[in-house]
């Protein structure tokens, strides 16, 4: 069955950077896109953008651009997001799931990755 | 503020049935399938609903999604305890080059 396992829970000071991992099983990795989503504390789901598992093209979320970057590590089946310039408001569960595109969406989704930006 | 709007909230006794919208334009549900995830406390999103009415396998067809022009609802018929959750919609859209989802609706079962 499709799996998706992320890394574990983060603290970070304001201006840091974290980096989540997101480890695939159960399906070929190279033949979907994974994307991140996040949601902040009692709020709603914030796509964040994707990265093709099949060439590593990359599709960001405007207020993002700039201060997020996603890769993948296709021998390990790996994906990975990256955001610099930590805010207090980026405060949040980070999810990655497997995005099969505009006709089938995103089906299976990780555990979840808390990130928590403190003083 | 999120592209898709829904109710923030919905109620129904145990049996009922109860109807979630989500409203959107023509950049997003207008032209491309909607997508609705229930999220239990404390997990992370389930797809529900995908291609506007399909269900995955494992889904009851007690959940029914439907969609006309730029708007989508999600109906939950015999509604049951368990069914209480957070319930969000999705959709591509064209003129963002992403996913947008609604704010959510918290069902509760009263």
């Known amino acids: 069955q499709v799996q998706l396992v992320q890394s574990g829970t983060e603290v970070r000071k304001p201006g840091a950077s974290v980096k989540v991992s997101c480890k695939a099983s159960?399906?070929?990795?190279?033949?979907?896109?994974i994307s991140w989503v996040r949601q902040a504390p009692g709020q709603g789901l914030e796509w964040m953008g994707r990265?093709?598992?099949?060439?590593?093209?990359?599709n960001y979320a405007q207020r993002l651009q700039g201060r997020v970057t996603m890769t993948t590590h296709t021998s390990t089946n790996t994906a990975y997001m990256e955001l610099r310039s930590l805010r207090s408001d980026d405060t949040a569960v980070y999810y990655c799931a497997r995005d099969r595109g505009i006709l089938t969406g995103i089906d299976n989704w990780g555990q979840g990755t808390l990130v928590t930006v403190s003083s | 503020q999120s592209v898709l709007t829904q109710p923030p909230s919905a109620s129904g006794t145990p049996g009922q049935r109860v109807t979630i919208s989500c409203s959107g334009s023509s950049s997003n549900i207008g032209g491309n399938y909607v997508f609705w995830y229930q999220q239990l406390p404390r997990t992370a999103p389930k797809l529900l609903i995908y291609r506007n009415n399909q269900r995955p396998s494992g889904v009851p067809d007690r959940f029914s999604g439907s969609k006309s022009g730029t708007s989508a609802s999600l109906a939950i018929s015999g509604l049951r305890s368990d069914d209480e959750a957070d319930y969000y919609c999705?959709?591509?859209?064209?003129?963002?080059?992403?996913?947008?989802f609604g704010g959510g609706t918290k069902l509760t079962v009263l």
């Open positions: 999705a959709a591509w859209d064209d003129r963002l080059s992403g996913w947008v």
């Open positions: 159960g399906y070929t990795f190279t033949s979907y896109s």
């Open positions: 990265i093709s598992g099949y060439n590593g093209d990359t």
